[in-house]
């Protein structure tokens, strides 16, 4: 599996990804973009939105 710094991670996914969004090695690790030692992304966080589905609102109105 690639290991990439949140940095490059966001680069390749043309995101603007915070520490918020993601989730971070404890331990700093060899990035395979910049090669520098830094904490490896190792996932997304799933975050609420805020908002419901359509699908949600019709079963709520039953």
Known sequence: MAEFC???FN???ERNY???DVKLSFLPD???GCGESRRIVVGLKHRRTG????QSKKTDSK
């Open 6 to 8: 949140l940095e490059c």
């Open 11 to 13: 680069q390749i996914e």
């Open 18 to 20: 915070t520490r918020k």
């Open 30 to 32: 060899l990035c395979e």
């Open 51 to 54: 908002y419901r589905s359509a």
